[in-house]
């Protein structure tokens, strides 16, 4: 099936420090979403793109939809304790209308 | 507003036992799915309703079967558990099965097969 190269794959930061994760593809998506999940909960959508070199911000959080449409990537600045979780890329192909998901990338904060 | 809702939270199963794990949701949405998620992996479409009436296979739905019970409910079935079936399921809801529509995930029920 369709597969999604999150990366990286966890990240251990200190608190403050700027984050960069990215979703790349063979295959050219349409629509681009990030969501975190926290430990126990289910996905929560943090930005949707729609077009190619879209750049979007949700607060601290930025995403831009790659040129060729097979890329993502997400940014977090600044970051605090509460940004800890698991972050997913997700893409929507064209073809059909189902979510192919990253194996996400798990952010922890160094105490 | 409870949005989606799942039961239950937790379950575990003998090989070869049926359960039915629930959802549902209030938000009026029409659109309905159920993934499951394994350590070190995305999620992954089982099956999906667009409308009311209507279920499509997924990603990966062998070993499964679903009902749209009604606008609000969606189920997911399974006849007789395998160990290879221990995962966390996932409900969501979106108005739209269409493009870049925003889903709704339930809390997920944790589902061990011994």
């Known amino acids: 099936g369709q597969q999604l190269n999150q990366s990286p794959q966890s990240m251990f930061i200190q608190e403050g420090e700027d984050v960069s994760m990215n979703c790349t593809s063979s295959?050219?998506?349409?629509?681009w979403l990030w969501y975190k999940q926290d430990p126990g909960e289910g996905p929560v959508l943090l930005i949707a793109?729609?077009?190619a070199g879209e750049l979007t911000s949700n607060g601290r959080l930025t995403a831009q939809f790659g040129i060729t449409r097979k890329d993502s990537f997400l940014n977090i600045s600044a970051s605090i304790p509460s940004d800890v979780g698991i972050y997913f890329c997700?893409?929507?192909?064209?073809?059909?209308?189902?979510?192919?998901w990253g194996a996400g990338t798990k952010l922890i904060i160094k105490p | 507003n409870a949005g989606v809702t799942q039961t239950p939270k937790f379950q575990v199963l003998k090989t070869g036992q049926s359960m039915t794990l629930q959802c549902a949701q209030d938000?009026?949405?029409?659109?309905m799915y159920w993934y499951r998620q394994d350590p070190g992996m995305g999620l992954r479409l089982i099956y999906y309703?667009?409308?009311?009436?209507?279920?499509d296979k997924g990603e990966v739905p062998n070993g499964y079967n679903v009902s749209r019970l009604n606008k609000r409910e969606f189920s997911l079935r399974l006849e007789s558990a395998a160990p290879s079936q221990t995962s966390v399921y996932f409900c969501a809801s979106s108005e739209l099965v269409t493009s870049g529509d925003t889903q709704y995930f339930g809390p997920g029920t944790r589902l061990t097969v011994l």
């Open positions: 793109l729609y077009k």
């Open positions: 309703s667009a409308s009311e009436g209507t279920t």
């Open positions: 997700a893409g929507q192909l064209n073809s059909n209308y189902q979510l192919i």
């Open positions: 295959s050219i998506f349409n629509t």
């Open positions: 938000m009026n949405h029409n659109s």
